[in-house]
């Protein structure tokens, strides 16, 4: 291969990725928007809180396997809109506006699930077949949820969260161990 | 003579102590703002040797997870604020209990923000599921709270404490 098309090369692949990073990057200004405002709560938790888990070890089964789960993590943003407050915002309307933004950058679909009047979408986003973040969308009439998962996500792993955090929204994640 | 010096010394040295103690649970009032938005402060200090204390009174295979907990948590200091959140004083504590923090080069584990909330949980870690010291501080309107502590914790340890007693 001569010089020129190996820089062409490295040019065009430099540029996919910071193309992805600036997708993903996206969502996460959606996030940054919305957080703070009448009706929302978010929640960021940092790669150094899921550090401080990663070496405890026990007999303990079920921590371990939760363990396990938080030791993929290298990040968890949530938002949730309830609906006190937050009459400038409907919530269905925004779980379509995300879901679509989302599906039209890097994310793929994984799951729907419609639970009575609530809709429940498992969205991935994958690189060199690792799946890098898992975003959860929670839409009802009363109330809006999104809930991204970033690190190197094992789906079948991923399940245990729902047993060690109590957010809403996330006792959905159960539903991948049939995945 | 030099009996009397020292004697003199650890009085006075003890005067001076007992005078910082009671300075620190003093309620400042900031008597130029308006009377109905008053920002009141306060400052407590926990020191480390009073949970280590507390810690003798807990029993050893009863609450081993406690016990630990409590004799490797060290000293705390809570600073409160209450009042107006847009008066000169809030802002000037505030900002002075940001620089502080941030001179401890602590990391953020958790940030939490609502309306009118901001809660940040930060703690110094230097590995091995130790803590070394810690930073909680909350912010709502018309309540500022600022939790900063030192201590030896060590959470494996503790895992493993939860696991015995449970077992």
């Given amino acids: ?179 | 003579m030099r009996r009397n010096i020292l004697a003199i010394g650890l009085a006075l040295f003890f005067g001076l102590n007992l005078s910082a103690q009671l300075n620190t649970n003093e309620v400042d009032y900031e008597f130029d703002e308006n009377e109905n938005n008053k920002t009141r402060s306060m400052f407590i200090w926990l020191p480390g040797i009073l949970t280590k204390g507390f810690s003798l009174f807990i029993n050893k295979e009863k609450e081993p997870d406690l016990k630990h907990t409590l004799r490797f948590l060290g000293g705390m200091k809570i600073r409160i604020l209450e009042g107006n959140s847009n008066s000169a004083k809030w802002k000037r504590k505030t900002n002075r209990w940001e620089r502080k923090v941030k001179r401890k080069n602590l990391d953020d584990l958790m940030v939490v923000k609502n309306a009118d909330t901001v809660v940040h949980l930060k703690a110094g870690l230097p590995g091995n599921g130790k803590i070394k010291n810690y930073a909680f501080l909350i912010n709502t309107d018309g309540t500022a709270v600022l939790l900063l502590g030192k201590s030896k914790l060590d959470l494996k340890k503790l895992v493993k404490l939860v696991e015995k007693v449970s077992s």
């Fill in chain 1, 1 to 179: 291969m001569k010089l020129y098309q190996k820089i062409l090369l490295i040019s065009i692949s430099l540029l996919g990725t910071l193309n992805l990073s600036a997708q993903h990057d996206q969502l996460l200004k959606f996030f940054d928007q919305l957080q703070g405002k009448d009706g929302f709560t978010t929640v960021y938790i940092t790669p150094k809180m899921f550090e401080l888990f990663t070496d405890i070890e026990t007999n303990d089964e079920d921590f371990n396997e939760v363990s396990d789960a938080i030791s993929m993590l290298k990040g968890v943003r949530i938002l949730i809109l309830d609906s006190v407050g937050s009459l400038t915002y409907n919530p269905i309307k925004l779980y379509d506006e995300v879901s679509n933004a989302a599906e039209k950058i890097s994310y793929e679909e994984l799951m729907i699930i419609k639970d009575g009047d609530t809709d429940v979408k498992f969205l991935i986003r994958e690189q060199s077949k690792i799946i890098e973040e898992v975003l959860l969308l929670v839409g009802s009439e009363d109330s809006f949820v999104f809930i991204s998962l970033m690190g190197n996500i094992d789906l079948k792993k991923l399940s245990a969260l729902s047993k060690s955090m109590d957010v809403e929204g996330l006792d959905y994640l159960e539903e991948l161990e049939n995945y």
